[in-house]
């Protein structure tokens, strides 16, 4: 109920998926009266759609910890509480992202072992796939080592389940390849996710720069919420600006807009590579149970993406097999990190260090 | 002498501006046996240019420090050194970013009152001037509340004098304008920038995120050196991408073919308007002096844009106004530190906070 385009675009966006996939069904939540006809408009949806009736609704501005105390009524809450039961597989939201990622936490709770669940995007690339996984992309605005080592593993596992990546290639993201630069929290991250990345089954490529984002260089780009939020919205602004550039040039002059109507399926091809309605669905990890946030601003186009990426991980089991890799990656993890906070012999710990880096001097920059 | 392309770019570079600009002279830094028979092919650069011999040459793979103590005969080290006697009114390099603001912080120095200098970088965007000011895009890669302000007076003041900007509008960057989110040195640097605005001259527009980099709410976007260079990265790494598969798109058969031999002039419009060569230099702000940082892989063109970009600044004795601007506001702001710092009444303090954010809640948020 709380998407910008409301309950419509919602229905619209079902029914689309509704013609593609006969294996899908959907539980919709939100007040019956308003979601009964439009359902009944659609032939697609016959028969497919059980109405959850849940009065409230989540706005765009109503503050994440409000909803907790006073939208118990709420369809996001209704829809979440289907996933906790057992009833529906995934969760799909187009609603008020910082309520929708709170309500998950407090509902559905971590998994054990993760301290800070995390927001995955899928952004467009050069991939063989046509897009890299990034995480965290604004769940929380920090993290330490031991969260962006939980983030690759999460990030590796839903590149593996999600997408069919099977040794995913995983990167840090940082402001320079050189080893002088980035903070201290990056030099310790780096070596934590090169020494679990064996064992969990995906490629470190190290750091990785911002211009990496859209590249074939890695599958999985690791880096903070804070951070992750920017670049997220720097590449959508990017590419916004030049959408907009584009349209302009090719209406400037009678040849140009010539040209235009005879570049039309060429341009309409680039713009559904590039259109974020067509990789729509944050998927947020670390829960039990899984939610895919749709932008708020999805229309049916956007909504269908979204139900569709929650399909492909209701069938591979992702909530099960992602538990599964955190919590063997956990004991793991938590074994080296007894080991590298052990500050009774620290020569030892420096050599450890020293020997991973390839510089010992690194350390102090 | 440290670009990608060599030195024959440079001496192109200067060749074109030299065409353009007849109130421009250059000193020249490198080997003078390799930039002489450059020089004299350009008819354009004859009786305009002076050689300083310096037969170094700091490559993008030194170390900074390394650069610092082993270069002192390098062509950076001597155009740096031409800025410090006042030979020079600006020096640009297209060299090891990270080599050229160490030299020159240690040679140049920093003003009085300014903890981190910062790289000022322009972003194409929808305003009347074709672009933003972000700053820092990677000098250091952190910044407190004190940083954060120093660079929105310095990116003010750039604005106003590199490009005529009367009063710029200064935005903070950060994850999303509600009060709930960010970090907390966010929340300090956003009063500290407020209490200055109008003092040192510009609108403070608040928060702005990722998406606002490219748009026309703001003229000067702050932020650490860290965010801003992810940003940079993945801003340039988006368009490129877009470029690539814009080119892909048009060869894809015969019709688009000439479709974009239709488009080409609008495409060639669009190309100019977001080409980096033709925005190309980060501006070293906060040292006694101006270095304009142009890109390492810049070709003539791109080299022509920084010329052109050190001129104006030079015109405008920008290093003199920026000196003063910061001097003016360093005292201001440490007046209002003192007195924010000073935890003998923080009743006072509370209420001061809450009155400027209207909501005493978000201090602990």
């Known amino acids: 109920m709380g998407g910008d385009q409301g309950p419509a675009a919602v229905v ?76 529906a597989t995934v969760c799909v939201s187009c609603g008020n992202t910082g309520a929708l990622m709170l309500l998950s936490v407090v509902r559905l709770k971590k998994l054990p072992g993760i301290y800070r669940p995390a927001i995955a995007v899928l952004w467009p690339s050069r991939n063989s796939q046509g897009f890299n996984v990034m995480l965290d992309g604004g769940a929380d605005i920090k993290a ?11 990030g590796a596992s839903y590149a593996r389940n999600g997408f069919n990546v099977r040794r995913p290639r995983v990167g840090l993201l940082n402001v320079g390849t050189e080893e002088f630069k980035g903070r201290s929290e990056m030099k310790a991250a780096n070596d934590l996710i090169a020494q679990n990345a064996n064992a969990a089954d995906f490629d470190y490529v190290g750091f990785v720069e911002g211009s990496d984002l859209p590249s074939d260089r890695v599958d999985v780009i690791v880096t903070d919420g804070f951070t992750g939020n920017v670049a997220l919205k720097t590449g959508e602004g990017t590419a916004s600006l030049i959408g907009q550039l584009l349209r302009e040039a090719f209406a400037h ?6 040209a235009s109507l005879l570049a039309y399926t060429s341009l309409k091809r680039l713009s559904k590579r590039i259109d974020p309605r067509r990789q729509n669905g944050g998927v947020f990890l670390g829960l039990n149970g899984t939610v895919v946030k749709s932008h708020g601003s999805a229309d ?66």
């Open 253 to 258: 002059s009678l040849l140009s807009r010539l």
């Open 300 to 365: 049916a186009t956007g909504i269908s993406a979204a139900v569709k990426l929650a399909f492909q991980l209701a069938q591979s089991n992702f909530s099960e097999k992602l538990a599964a890799r955190v919590a063997a990656a956990t004991m793991l993890a938590s074994d080296e990190l007894d080991h590298g906070d052990d500050d009774k012999d620290p020569q030892a710990k420096d050599a450890e260090t020293s020997s991973n880096t390839g510089n010992g001097r690194d350390k102090s920059a």
């Open 12 to 87: 619209a966006g079902i029914a689309l998926s509704a013609e593609i996939n006969p294996d899908i069904a959907f539980l919709l939540h939100g007040p019956r009266d308003t979601l009964e006809p439009l359902v009944e408009q659609r032939k697609a949806l016959a028969g497919r759609v059980e109405i959850r009736d849940a009065e409230g609704v989540v706005s765009m501005d109503d503050k994440p910890a409000d909803v907790l105390r006073k939208r118990k009524d709420s369809s996001m809450w209704s829809a979440l509480e289907s996933v906790r039961t057992g009833e």
């Open 144 to 154: 330490d080592e031991r969260d962006l080592l939980q983030y690759a593993l999460m």
